[in-house]
Nanobody, 122 residues
Framework: QVQLVESGGGLVQAGGSLRLSCAAS????????MGWFRQAPGKEREFVSA??????SYADSVKGRFTISRDNAKNTVYLQMDSLKPEDTAVYYC?????????????????WGQGTQVTVSS
């Protein structure tokens, strides 16, 4: 069982930065691939980024602006978000997957956090 708690969301102006954190419980954190998803009002939850044994991946919409990283000693995954745009406004969720593939799919993930709101003003 893995419990995930996100933090770091907030209100920021366009062009600004935020760093999201996701703290995980459990001693097997290093065995999980971790992902970030987001959901805007009236839209489906969408893939943002993931990190696995084979590296990191990003949605085209955030590539070059967002950076995912993890600290296995702290059981934490991060999402550094730079050059934020109003269209990045959403609730951001972190998720954990025992599988190291298929990480763009919500169905791959077994555990989800409660989400943190990110609002980017123009």
């Amino acid at each position: 069982q893995v419990q995930l708690v996100e933090s770091g969301g907030g209100l920021v102006q366009a062009g600004g930065s935020l760093r999201l954190s996701c703290a995980a419980s459990g001693r097997t954190f290093r065995n999980y691939a971790m992902g970030w998803f987001r959901q805007a009002p009236g839209k489906e939850r969408e893939f943002v980024s993931a990190i696995s044994w084979s590296g990191s991946s990003y949605a085209d919409s955030v590539k070059g602006r967002f950076t995912i990283s993890r600290d296995n000693a702290k059981n934490t995954v991060y999402l550094q978000m730079d050059s934020l745009k109003p269209e990045d406004t959403a609730v951001y969720y972190c998720a954990a997957s025992p599988a190291q593939y298929g990480l763009v799919l919500t169905t791959t993930y077994h555990y989800w956090g409660q989400g943190t709101q990110v609002t980017v003003s123009s």
